[in-house]
């Protein structure tokens, strides 16, 4: 078994006591992309600025229409994976469901404005 340098163990370490978010954007073709991030606002702009995801290179993102919080990151990307095998009836399902924390987001930003 390969030993874990000091680096590795720092790199690790940061990651855990970070909440990440699933989210799931409805983009300009109508389809919906399901990814992680530990920024939501700074992650849809580098969607929209056509950063990151190679999924947005040929469409555009509209809108948030999905947020779940306080996931480490091995539990977001389970869900995320979850949520990627979801046929699209299901993911709209999830986005009308009481797990959606989208409304509260909006609120907490509203008030933070």
């Known amino acids: ?36 991030t530990t920024d939501i606002e700074r992650r849809f702009a580098q969607h929209a600025g056509r950063a990151g ?6 469409r555009r993102p509209k809108q948030l229409v999905y947020l779940e919080s306080a996931h480490s990151r ?10 990627k095998k979801l046929r699209r009836p299901d993911k709209q399902r999830l986005i009308r469901s009481e797990e959606n924390e989208i409304n509260e987001y909006r609120l907490n930003n509203l008030s933070n404005s």
């Open 1 to 36: 078994m390969p030993q874990l340098q000091n680096t590795d163990r720092i790199y690790w370490g940061r990651h855990e006591n970070v909440s990440w978010q699933v989210y799931i954007i409805l983009c300009s073709d109508d389809s919906l992309y399901t990814g992680i």
């Open 53 to 58: 995801a190679n999924y947005f290179r040929g």
């Open 74 to 83: 091995g539990t977001a990307s389970r869900r995320e994976a979850a949520i």
